[in-house]
């Protein structure tokens, strides 16, 4: 053991370069993230490619997709809104009841009918 005292030794110095501060989000203008959003809602688009090819994380494409979609101000396309649009032609009848065609639903309810309540009833029929 004494032996091992006196030999000479060699230390190896390891010098560490500081850790780069976290990147800086990019900033993304809205209108860019809306050309973004309406391209992932086109028939068959695949979103983590589109995120991919623009540099962008897929899950931050999708989530403001997700947001887009929560707020109501953008709808994906579907076939029924592929299909023709077809205009209802409005008759004034003396009756009491309002009938209301969306599609292949036909709504009828009283005249007397508050509007909150049928609001509600036509964002169900929409969502069906």
Known sequence: ?????NQPRTFEVLTAAPVRARRKPRGWPNEEKERL??????PGANVSAIARAEGL????LYGWRRKALS??????L???AKKE???ARVEPVAS???????GD?????????ESDHLVKILRAVRKA
């Open 1 to 5: 053991m004494s032996d091992s005292v």
């Open 37 to 42: 959003i309406a391209e992932t809602l086109l």
């Open 57 to 60: 994380d897929p899950s931050q």
């Open 71 to 76: 707020s109501g101000l953008v709808a994906p």
């Open 78 to 80: 579907t076939e029924t």
């Open 85 to 87: 649009v077809k205009f």
């Open 96 to 102: 009491s009841a309002v009938e209301i065609v969306l």
């Open 105 to 113: 639903v036909v709504v009828r309810v009283g005249g007397d009918i």
